[in-house]
DNA sequence: GTCGACATGTAACCAGTTACATGATTAA
DNA sequence: TTAATCATGTAACTGGTTACATGTCGAC
């Protein structure tokens, strides 16, 4: 299994090249400790990778000299091998973050889809799924708050916090929405019922 | 190359697959014009897969019996394949649609990736960044509400336009996060500036 | 006469996931 | 003793993209 490192030039590597680069931006790290790193940072507003793919990725990283890799032998653990940044690797990181025109932003809003396809649908069965979104989005959006009133005035955190800021404003949306599209539904289910009561046939 | 087809029981199929399926729901229609309602509709919201990806998804889809396949000779143009969803196809879509834990959302927002490893850059750029990002959903907004406003008593579009008015919510959300990471991050600035005038060394 | 819309498809590739395998330590 | 955490990795697969190939018609 050969390892296709990335070229020393003009390096377009996948975005999640890059999402490990900048997670070892605060410090060095064991491939263990980027998935967790990972899963409770970007992978709220970008994704986080398996863990299988980060290890590959760093090995890429190491073999295209992004990153440095050192062996850490532990007695009561099995060893590791910790990851940090070279100066190349942070330069290409830098040149990534600030392109022109960076990646467009994508979205799989899987209850955005279930309306769409409202019509296919039993309309009580979209009712409870809107529902339950709803109570959903608030825990989320409630959980966020707390974060973000421990983080504001941190300046470590400065970025952090405004990430947090934007998914508080992003829940507040899909709550607003959803009640909306709630009471329409409901509204017009009221107006025109499209079966008499009894389960679904 | 043998077509895998879809179990006929408990039919566990990609979400591309069920996409399609709703898409039919619109009526019988060409891989072609799969593509063209697909990047018009739930592109904005889920995604689009590519045309060499809806043809090959057609094709497990008819051979598991979810959809009919009908050669039409055309004279002027290439012949055509319409496809149109059997009700075991519409039934594999609702129950799909109805399910108690659908997949859970997902996005990848490269801005605030940007932002979270905004330590990593210029403050200037990360302004400019913001700025564009900015200017461009104003402009994704104001197309939005001109469609709302053609769509919303139209009941025969009542889901799209839920849909819309997502979107406008979104995007609404979108610009006021957008002001006031840039008001914060210049304010900081403003604060502790990074470096002295000229460009980034 | 060239470009874009119509219309379908194959081949090569890559990104990413799941399942499997190993094995020690610590807490319940 | 069972499960969770620490720690790494391989193999098989699938989902999805890009590039290539083909050919017609109508508009400019």
Redesign the pocket.
Known sequence: ?TI?TYETQAPV?????YCVLGLLGSGPM???????LADQSISHFY???????I?????RLAASGMVTEER?E?????????YEMTPRGRAALKAWLEQDDPEPDTSKNSTLLRVFFGREMDPQALIRMLRAKLEEVRLVHRRLADIHATVQHDDQRFYSALTIRAGLLHTAANMAWAEEALQKIEERERLHPSSAGGPAQ
Do not use: C, F, N
């Not at 590597?13 to 090249?17: E, G, I, Y």
């Not at 994704?47 to 793919?53: E, L, N, T």
């Open positions: 299994m296709r590597m996948p975005p999640t090249a064991s491939g263990y400790d980027l998935k967790q994704w986080s990778p398996a863990r299988s793919q290890y590959s990725e760093l090995r850490i532990q007695e009561t653990r099995p060893d590791k091998r910790v």
